[in-house]
């Protein structure tokens, strides 16, 4: 009975003697070797280290009570040494993995804005639109001068002038030639034009500026053919009118067939040509240029 009492004794006894001398021995070796990877630290703590190039760095206590690996200052920047000494980096590397590190923040923090704030307006603004590209000639209503586009709605004919989009008989004079004519077969009393039943022998004069012209006889015909020209004449004087007189040339006394004045219209100057009716006849005419 006593002796079950004092074994256990004896045994709790070895115990503590066993762990004191444990513990002994390891602080022993702990302040032999003075390597203090393995040491409990103050989270944040910094501590000297040597780097494996020899040179010499620091490590942080970190949040687990151990130190970190040694970081060691090289020419431009970090080098990390690892456990195996062969972990490291470049400087420049080291620096741009960094996110508290001094590299530039962003685009979106620096850079210049873009073009819709500080650029100039864009080709849209400055040019106009596609409709300005693609002219629309403004010719409504004209047949000549400028269409707005750079080109023309028309052009005149020779003797004509553009005005205000039309074309205007212009200050250059004219060739009036009295080409032929057609004569009733009677009188309008209605008798022959000649004796004996005769046919009438047409001429054609013109007054011009108080000068009268006259063209040659045709002979016997009640479709005459003249081909007579007048003396170049203005526009101007051709519209207010001049006169002429249509005979049947006799012995005795000639018979006038008809007479007035020819008025020429812008329609015939336009078509270089006219008719002018009167009564037991008519005749024809054109106008040239000059
Ligand atoms: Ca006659
Ligand atoms: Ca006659």
């Not at 032999?32 to 000297?48: A, F, L, P």
């Not at 970190?62 to 431009?76: M, R």
């Not at 690892?82 to 923040?105: A, F, I, K, L, Q």
């Not at 009295?178 to 004796?195: F, L």
Request: net charge negative; proline share 6%.
């Amino acid at each position: 009975m006593l002796n079950t009492v004092i074994k256990p004794k004896l045994h709790l006894l070895k115990s503590s003697l066993n762990v004191g001398l444990l513990g002994g021995v390891f602080l022993g070796l702990l302040s032999g070797c003075g390597d203090m990877s393995g040491m409990m630290c103050n989270r944040g703590q910094t501590q000297g280290c040597a780097c494996s190039d020899g040179r010499s760095g620091s490590r942080t206590c970190g949040v687990d009570g151990t130190f970190g690996q040694c970081i060691c200052q090289a020419d431009a920047g970090f080098v990390q040494d690892g456990s195996d000494g062969s972990s490291t980096m470049s400087g420049m590397d080291v620096m741009m993995s960094r996110p508290d590190s001094t590299v530039n923040p962003g685009p979106d923090s620096t850079v210049n804005p873009g073009p819709d704030s500080t650029v100039g307006p864009g080709p849209d603004a400055t040019m106009s639109g596609p409709d300005a590209t693609t002219c629309v000639p403004r010719c409504s209503g004209a047949v000549c001068g400028d269409n707005g586009c750079g080109g023309s709605c028309g052009t005149c004919g020779q003797g004509f002038d553009c005005v205000g989009g039309q074309c205007e008989i212009g200050p250059g004079t004219w060739v009036m030639t009295i080409t032929s004519g057609m004569i009733d077969s009677e009188t309008p009393s209605g008798s022959a034009w000649d004796v004996f039943g005769g046919n009438p022998d047409p001429q054609i004069c013109v007054t011009i500026a108080g000068t009268e012209r006259c063209s040659a006889e045709v002979m016997d015909s009640f479709t005459p053919s003249w081909n007579f020209a007048l003396p170049a004449t203005t526009g101007t004087t051709l519209q207010s009118g001049v006169g002429y007189q249509l005979l049947d040339i006799d012995v005795a006394a000639d018979d006038t067939i008809c007479s007035g004045t020819i008025r020429v219209t812008p329609q015939q100057f336009a078509q270089g040509r006219g008719t002018v009716t009167c009564t037991s006849a008519s005749f024809n005419f054109t106008l040239v240029p000059r």
